[in-house]
């Protein structure tokens, strides 16, 4: 592996969607974007979503954790043994639960185990530094996005939002130096996004989710929750800011009342709504907003966003990025930066006191 060069990471994402694994080639020296290469996906099987679906929440030595971990790993293995070229691999495993609150986080899968079955050396672990020093553990793809923000050659600021299962957004100034610069970043979550709809499709339909928004197409926002979801504390909260897959589970009750169509609309205009409270938060205002994430093929989401936001709502690919693997690729430079000593957060992204690094590195 080079010095301080320029190196080909292989990075990974299985997000709190639960769909499967995004697995894509970067080419960074930690700083800037040098070339982007070939990427892959890799399906959760229904069984296989079942089995992470009874781990969500729990913590390791808990029952279910075990065989959630060795889907997991498996996965991964399959999608990541089909490139070549790679010099390092940046593993982010699957979040089955995360409590900043009091200091923890867990990610099923063990890196040392795909560092052997692979052969290369697998940087994981990454969000536990920034937990234990008192930071929120995420986002940790803000300082990619600033790297794609000078990718892109934006020189105004600007705005990326992912929308999986839980939505998170970084507004960046792209006339910073560095990520860790003062002003250059600030990101915290939005809110949910993709998975109480994936979860109400399936407990209602047997399906896996509202395939291009064609159901909350159909159905009507019913205004008076967004608001009542909106009332909530954390929307209150100063960012930086994070939240956990299920922290909302409760409230999402009160849509057991609404038709299917109504229901998946509803839920779809509170994750665009939460969006749009986030916007207030921006230090100056934005004029775009890329989307990336799954969401974005939702047209449903897509056009609640366009309602709500006051600016160019797009997605990622109009800048020629791609939204089905920028978290992959987040972490495939995230690697590269922990293998050069480089911090992966600081306090504007995850509320951590000072930047700080991330990441274990397990060589085969």
């Given amino acids: 592996m080079a010095k301080h060069g320029a190196i080909w990471v292989l990075g990974t994402m299985s997000g709190t969607s639960l769909d499967g694994v995004d697995a894509a080639m970067l080419r960074t020296d930690g700083h800037v974007i040098v070339e982007f290469g070939p990427d892959a996906y890799r399906p959760y099987s229904t069984a296989e979503q079942t089995t992470i679906r009874k781990a969500l929440g729990q913590w390791p030595g808990d029952l279910a954790v075990a065989a959630a971990a060795e889907v997991v790993e498996t ?26 609150a ?49 990718w892109i050659q934006a020189t105004e600021p600007l705005a990326i939002l992912n929308l ?9 100034d792209p006339s910073q130096p560095s990520p860790d610069s003062p002003g250059a970043l600030l990101a ?41 979801f909106l009332a909530q504390a954390y929307f209150h909260k100063i ?11 409760a409230f999402f009750k009160k849509t057991h009342k609404l038709s299917n169509a ?71 430079y995230l690697a590269a930066r922990v293998a050069y000593g480089l911090p992966t957060s600081c306090p504007s992204t995850t509320g951590v006191p000072a930047a700080v690094g991330g990441g274990q590195i397990s060589r085969p």
């Fill in 75 to 100: 996965a991964h293995a399959e999608v990541l043994s089909r490139f070549t070229g790679a010099e390092m691999i940046g593993f982010h495993g699957q979040t089955l639960a995360h409590d900043p």
């Fill in 102 to 150: 009091h200091g923890r986080t867990h990610q099923a899968g063990n890196g040392a185990l795909l560092a052997q079955t692979l052969n290369l050396p697998v940087v994981w672990d990454f969000r536990s530094n920034d937990v234990q020093m008192g930071g929120q553990g995420a986002p940790l793809a803000p300082f990619f996005h600033f790297a794609c923000a000078k």
């Fill in 164 to 172: 999986g299962g839980v939505g998170n957004v970084t507004w960046i």
């Fill in 188 to 228: 915290f979550d939005t809110g949910p996004a993709n998975a109480p709809i994936n979860d109400l499709m399936q407990v209602r339909l047997g399906l896996a989710q509202d395939a291009g928004g064609a159901l909350a197409a159909h159905g009507r926002v019913d205004e008076a929750l967004v608001k009542a």
């Fill in 239 to 249: 960012p930086p800011k994070s939240l956990d897959r299920n922290d909302f589970h």
């Fill in 262 to 332: 109504d229901a998946a609309a509803t839920m779809t205009g509170i994750a665009a709504a939460s969006v749009a409270r986030a916007a207030e938060h921006f230090p100056q205002p934005i004029t775009r907003l890329l989307v990336a994430g799954g969401g974005r093929h939702n047209a449903a989401m897509m056009a609640q966003l366009a309602q709500r936001m006051p600016c160019r709502v797009e997605p990622i690919e109009a800048a020629g990025l791609n939204g089905d693997m920028l978290e992959a690729q987040a972490f495939a």
